[in-house]
């Protein structure tokens, strides 16, 4: 089985291979922005963030600061073993629509209680998302929903041959 070797941080930088298994949530006030169709649907600096070994953060919004108009609750449902069962929403602004971009869980398990209904993004679905004004990149692969930025080091799950990880 291939084994990543990790991408050693510099100073300000995250490794993504000293984040835990399972998964830990932390607050962040980083100011978090998403775009779509040209309009801003997202703002806040009052987040969460989920940070599992070789996963680049996903950041979780708080619905008050999510432009609600825009969001169509779809019938698509996941579950995830740490956090429990998730719902999704549909994007649509204007003439433009992406379906099941993005999920929360209304009754989270305890350890992601905080999370309750807020909203996290596929990154690669909406035109833009920004964490402190710096334009993200998506996690490699369609399955998973990080956010990639400079202060952040991988390798990343979700690259090629990530599979096995």
């Given at each position: 089985?291939?084994?990543?070797?990790?991408?050693?941080?510099?100073?300000?930088?995250?490794?993504?291979?000293?984040?835990?298994?399972?998964?830990?949530?932390?607050?962040?006030?980083?100011?978090?922005?998403?775009?779509?169709?040209?309009?801003?649907?997202?703002?806040?600096?009052?987040?969460?963030?989920?940070?599992?070994?070789?996963?680049?953060?996903?950041?979780?919004?708080?619905?008050?600061?999510?432009r609600?108009?825009?969001?169509?609750p779809?019938?698509?449902?996941?579950?995830?073993?740490?956090?429990?069962?998730g719902?999704?929403?549909?994007v649509?602004?204007?003439?433009?629509?992406?379906?099941?971009?993005?999920?929360?869980?209304?009754?989270p398990?305890?350890?992601?209680?905080?999370?309750?209904?807020?909203?996290?993004?596929?990154?690669?679905?909406?035109?833009?998302?920004y964490?402190?004004?710096?334009?993200?990149?998506?996690?490699?692969?369609?399955?998973?929903?990080?956010?990639?930025?400079?202060?952040?080091?991988?390798?990343?799950?979700?690259?090629?041959?990530?599979?096995?990880?």
């Open positions: 089985m291939f084994r990543p070797k990790p991408i050693a941080p510099e100073s300000g930088q995250e490794s993504v291979w000293d984040y835990p298994r399972p998964p830990r949530l932390e607050a962040t006030d980083k100011r978090i922005e998403i775009v779509f169709n040209g309009v801003t649907i997202a703002d806040t600096q009052n987040a969460f963030r989920v940070l599992e070994t070789s996963h680049p953060p996903t950041y979780y919004l708080p619905l008050e600061d999510i609600q108009e825009y969001l169509i779809s019938s698509r449902q996941t579950f995830c073993e740490w956090k429990g069962k719902s999704y929403y549909t649509k602004v204007g003439d433009k629509e992406a379906s099941d971009v993005a999920w929360y869980y209304s009754t398990t305890l350890d992601f209680a905080a999370i309750e209904n807020y909203v996290a993004f596929y990154a690669a679905a909406m035109d833009d998302c964490v402190n004004a710096e334009k993200v990149t998506p996690q490699p692969g369609n399955f998973y929903g990080g956010w990639v930025t400079s202060d952040v080091v991988g390798p990343f799950k979700g690259e090629s041959g990530s599979w096995g990880w």
